[in-house]
């Protein structure tokens, strides 16, 4: 897989129209960035996530529900990864500046949970794997995938969005989803300056003064949480996929997150739950901070009406 992700950033250094005599520094600059990320947390940070994202879900905190949901382990948060990997996507942003010159967003991701990551002995371990790139005139997009140690079982696929400039928030589409008929659940969620250092020191990081846009993020998933725990008595659930397109940059204090439902859920075959499809957006001080969709499976219907 090394050998192939090492194309896989050769080819890219190509597109970006890296010059030739600066073409291994970016390359090995690339590998440093990908080789050096990884998914490595400690099991007893998985309970300090669900107070810092406000999501309870009872198989991330104790192995009888864990196992009555039919996992071996406590498995990790699914927002826990994604913070990881966005860590994993701001290094490569910091590459890509350097070597092309030029100004890069954090546009849009998207992450389809795989396979559940659990915990060896004490540890969550995972690592990044690089699959594709293209480049275009509107943005650079990475296919990246989380895998264990030994590139046998994945875990997440996801797709990066780099954009050659920011996502710009569209007041009529926010006052079309505030207006809509179909809002289900709403939530004020708080980033306190304590919680932005408590998030760095469970990814392992040294404490900068960025909000990660996934611990907004991890916001959608923990309302969802609570409109499942308020309709059907049971806070439990699990999210299949997560797409984001983030606009202003998160700052320290409230964040509003809203969802609606368009459609009515799909029933799953051989009694296996209902699958919904929620769009959302999060907002701080009325700006729109991020906006998307989650796709998520729930043992129980929810009672809307």
Request: hydrophobic share 40%; charged share 30%; net charge neutral.
């Amino acid at each position: 897989m090394i050998g192939e992700e090492n194309k896989v950033i050769s080819k890219l250094g190509g597109d970006l129209g890296i010059p030739l005599e600066n073409q291994k520094k970016f390359e090995e600059a690339m590998i440093h960035s990908t080789d050096k990320e990884q998914i490595s947390v400690l099991k007893h940070y998985f309970v300090d996530w669900a107070f810092l994202v406000h999501d309870f879900n009872r198989i991330h905190v104790f192995p009888e529900y864990a196992a009555e949901a039919g996992f071996k382990k406590i498995p990790i948060h699914g927002t826990l990864i994604s913070a990881f990997e966005e860590q994993y996507a701001l290094k490569i942003l910091e590459v890509l500046k350097e070597f092309t010159g030029k100004e890069l967003f954090y546009n849009n991701h998207r992450i389809k949970f795989e396979t559940p990551i659990f915990p060896r002995f004490r540890k969550a371990r995972a690592v990044w794997d690089l699959e594709s790139a293209t480049v275009d005139e509107v943005d650079i997009s990475l296919n990246v995938s989380a895998t264990d140690l030994k590139n046998q079982e994945k875990y997440i696929s996801s797709r990066i969005g780099f954009g050659y400039k920011p996502n710009q928030e569209d007041p009529q589409k926010i006052i079309e989803f505030l207006s809509a008929g179909d809002i289900v659940h709403r939530t004020s969620m708080e980033i306190k300056e304590g919680e932005r250092a408590r998030c760095y020191n469970i990814l392992g990081k040294k404490k900068i003064d960025e909000v990660l846009m996934m611990h907004v993020g991890a916001f959608t998933p923990a309302t969802l949480l609570e409109l499942s725990s308020r309709r059907t008595g049971r806070p439990e659930g699990a999210y299949r996929e997560i797409d984001f397109d983030f606009y202003n940059p998160p700052q320290l204090g409230i964040f509003e997150t809203i969802l609606r439902m368009p459609k009515a859920p799909r029933v799953l075959p051989e009694g296996k739950g209902f699958f919904y499809k929620f769009e959302a957006i999060c907002m701080q001080n009325k700006k729109l901070v991020l906006s998307g969709n989650v796709k998520c499976i729930s043992p129980i219907e929810y009672k809307l009406n």
